[in-house]
């Protein structure tokens, strides 16, 4: 197994950011105010909102795979035998999701 | 008998029931989100990217997320091509709703000289006939020129419905998206690769900024508007639509991140400082401007609710800072952080007030300056920030900030200058000073009101560098905080370094002194005093505007005070009744 230096795990925190952000972005979208259309536009313009709300969604949601995909390779790694002691400590931070 | 063709009656427009500003507000909210969406394709072609990983797991990992990079680029250019469709569709419906009004105009006044010529056909003569049939052909002229307009104008909104409406349906799916955008090169790339770097001058920026295309700036303020949004050198206009990206996604990224419960304390500042921008905002778009009843433009020219350890730096103006004919620059002083810009926008929005009621014929942008770190809390209570109220290093490194700020408005105006005046108040005078005689403040008129000093190396107005002409101090009486400047040969900077210079409104400083007591001055000091100087019709108000609208007769110049060699400082207006002159509204 190859070493995993500690810079996946600010990677793993990172991707929680992009993935607490993304979400925020979806929420935006969803809650954007329709009202000022007229009534021939408001129905495409609901369609679009929701749509995209799962398209920002889908992007948080792979954000959020790619964050947990760092912490199980970070746990891999602290718990084989080729993590040394030093390696364990910056790492074991990493292991659980903060955000 | 002769008979008469009368013209036909006009139709009604049909009725037209829309909200531009709301529609504004729904393409602003799509242009924030899509910034979010870019970030993340910036983030996963750099800050993703774990280049002291290596082996299999790692190439595994950036092959993996590559997709995801370039699938988040198209999806940020698809959503923002459909907010600024929105927003032109904003700006159209608002055309659309102004014609409409115009044709409802002439749909009237038609209908009433149809229904006259009518009542002319039961009793004119035959005599008469002739004419009247020439006044109904007229009209009938007229109503089918209407009709035709009316037809224009009923197409004219199904077509703009109808694109719409494509504009929302033509990226709906994933494979649309992917289709219309994959791979398609970012606009902003090139723009933001080529940005002059840190330390170029406003001026270098300008022409940068000049050289764009339309279609690429709009591309910079929504793929990167922290790139441009606080940058001297870049028009006012731009700067404010790039920071309306920046705090409407910030608005939304810190409420979702509360709602998840994970705010965290820096994060709970930032989000305090990002809604009192807000909040600012909308205290100045809802006022309205005295002489055309308008609402007041807004323009964030500065924002950055992280700034300087979470205060933040926001900086809003009253009226449109590309164009107006004077410009005002106020900088706040002890007390002022990021939160307090509602507070400051009413006094920008009440200067701006107060310069268009004295001044009709000119335009006006009051500018409310949070862009340096004020002493803004006392040292007991939240931190060391008030112990800077009696020192000026935080003045000086103000000072240098405000001077950039003016570099940057003068440089985006180099052809159609503004005349620009800089108006300290409170520690913000001693900024002001440090800002001119520092750095040297390209402004026409320098303005000091309840000023504890202006600076101690600024012992007169000529050490401004601005001509002592134009360089003027407003005192009221009362005001304990004036009162603290040095007077005669006392000077407190020099004793351990406390003290914040001379004050500008005794006579040896050389300023002109206007009148600047209040109605509801009290009978000795107050600290109430010293926060009236913008207040609505004040002597201070009134003068402070006149000033700014370079109309220097109209100023009331009041006496200077004087500081006798034995004897404590004489103010000789403090006997002086004072007066309230109308700076809220026009007189009629």
Redesign the interface.
Do not use: K, N
């Given at each position: 197994m190859?070493?995993?230096?500690v810079?996946?795990g600010e990677?793993s925190r990172?991707?929680d950011e992009?993935h607490?952000?993304?979400?925020?972005?979806?929420?935006?979208?969803a809650?954007?105010?329709?009202?000022?259309?007229?009534?021939?536009?408001r129905?495409?313009?609901t369609?679009?909102l929701a749509?995209?709300q799962r398209?920002?969604e889908?992007?948080g949601t792979?954000?959020e795979q790619?964050a947990d995909?760092?912490r199980t390779?970070i746990a891999d790694y602290v718990t084989s035998d080729e993590a040394t002691r030093g390696d364990l400590v910056a790492l074991l931070t990493y292991t659980q999701e903060?955000? | 008998m002769t008979t008469i063709q009368l013209p036909p009656l006009p139709r009604v427009a049909p009725a037209?029931?829309?909200?531009?500003?709301?529609?504004?507000?729904?393409g602003a909210?799509?242009l924030?989100?899509s910034a979010?969406?870019d970030?993340?394709g910036t983030?996963v072609a750099g800050?993703?990217r774990?280049?002291?990983?290596?082996?299999?797991?790692?190439t595994a990992?950036h092959q993996?997320?590559a997709p995801?990079g370039r699938?988040?680029d198209a999806?940020s250019l698809a959503?923002r091509g459909?907010a600024h469709r929105v927003e032109e569709?904003?700006a159209e419906?608002q055309r659309l709703l102004d014609r409409r009004t115009a044709l409802e105009d002439r749909q009237q006044h038609l209908a009433q000289q149809v229904a006259h010529l009518r009542a002319e056909v039961a009793t004119t003569t035959e005599e008469g006939a002739a004419e009247l049939q020439a006044d109904c052909d007229r009209v009938a002229g007229q109503v089918q020129a209407y009709e035709t307009d009316l037809d224009t104008w009923v197409s004219d909104l199904a077509t703009e419905?109808s694109e719409?409406?494509q504009a929302?349906?033509r990226v709906?799916?994933?494979d649309d998206?992917d289709r219309i955008y994959g791979g398609v090169a970012d606009p902003a790339d090139g723009p933001l690769r080529d940005k002059p770097g840190a330390g170029a001058s406003p001026a270098e920026v300008h022409a940068w900024w000049a050289a764009l295309t339309a279609a690429q700036r709009r591309a910079v303020i929504a793929a990167a508007p922290g790139a441009i949004g606080n940058l001297d050198g870049i028009p006012a206009s731009a700067r404010h639509a790039a920071n309306t990206v920046a705090l409407?996604?910030d608005l939304?990224?810190y409420?979702?991140?509360e709602d998840?419960g994970?705010l965290t304390d820096d994060e709970r500042t930032c989000y305090d400082n990002a809604l009192a921008a807000d909040e600012a905002r909308r205290e100045i778009e809802g006022r309205h401007d005295p002489v055309t009843g308008e609402p007041i433009v807004a323009q964030i020219y500065i924002y950055d609710p992280a700034a300087f350890d979470g205060d933040g730096a926001v900086a809003i103006s009253a009226g449109d800072l590309d164009t107006a004919d004077n410009v005002a620059v106020v900088v706040p002083g002890f007390g002022t952080d990021g939160e307090s810009a509602p507070y400051q926008a009413d006094r920008a929005a009440t200067l701006y007030e107060s310069t268009r009621v004295l001044d009709p014929s000119a335009t006006n942008a009051s500018l409310f300056w949070i862009g340096y770190d004020a002493p803004d809390n006392a040292p007991w209570d939240e931190g060391y920030d008030g112990a800077g109220v009696v020192t000026e290093s935080m003045a000086a490194a103000g000072g240098e900030r405000l001077a950039d700020t003016i570099d940057g408005l003068r440089a985006s105006r180099e052809d159609d200058p503004a005349h620009l005046t800089a108006i300290g108040h409170s520690y913000g005078s001693t900024t002001t000073g440090h800002g001119a005689h520092d750095h040297g403040l390209g402004v026409d008129d320098v303005v000091f009101v309840g000023s504890p000093g202006v600076g101690g190396d600024t012992d007169h107005a000529s050490d401004t560098g601005v001509d002592p002409d134009h360089v003027w101090a407003g005192s009221n009486s009362r005001d304990p905080i004036a009162d603290l400047g040095n007077h005669g040969w006392v000077h407190g900077e020099t004793v351990f370094g406390a003290g914040l210079g001379d004050d500008p409104a005794e006579d040896d400083f050389g300023a002109h002194r206007f009148q600047a007591e209040s109605t509801t001055r009290g009978g000795a000091y107050s600290f109430g005093d010293h926060s009236k100087y913008f207040d609505h019709d004040t002597e201070s108000l009134a003068n402070i505007s006149h000033i700014v609208n370079g109309d220097y007769d109209a100023v009331q110049e009041a006496e200077h005070l004087h500081d006798p060699f034995l004897g404590p400082v004489e103010d000789p207006e403090y006997d002086r009744e004072p007066t309230s002159p109308t700076t809220s509204s026009l007189t009629p």
């Open positions: 190859e070493v995993v230096p810079s996946v990677a990172a991707w992009q607490l952000d993304l979400d925020a972005a979806a929420t935006q979208i809650d954007a105010d329709t009202s000022g259309f007229t009534t021939h536009v129905g495409a313009a369609r679009f749509q995209w398209h920002a889908g992007l792979v954000s790619r995909g760092l390779t903060v955000r | 037209l029931t829309c909200d531009p500003a709301a529609i504004s507000a729904c909210d799509l924030a989100a979010q969406v970030d993340l983030f800050r993703a774990v280049d002291d990983w290596t082996g299999e797991a790692a990992y993996a997320i995801t699938r988040a999806m959503l459909v569709h904003s419906m419905e719409m409406s929302f349906t709906l799916g994933a998206v409407g996604r939304a990224d409420a979702h991140t998840a994970v």
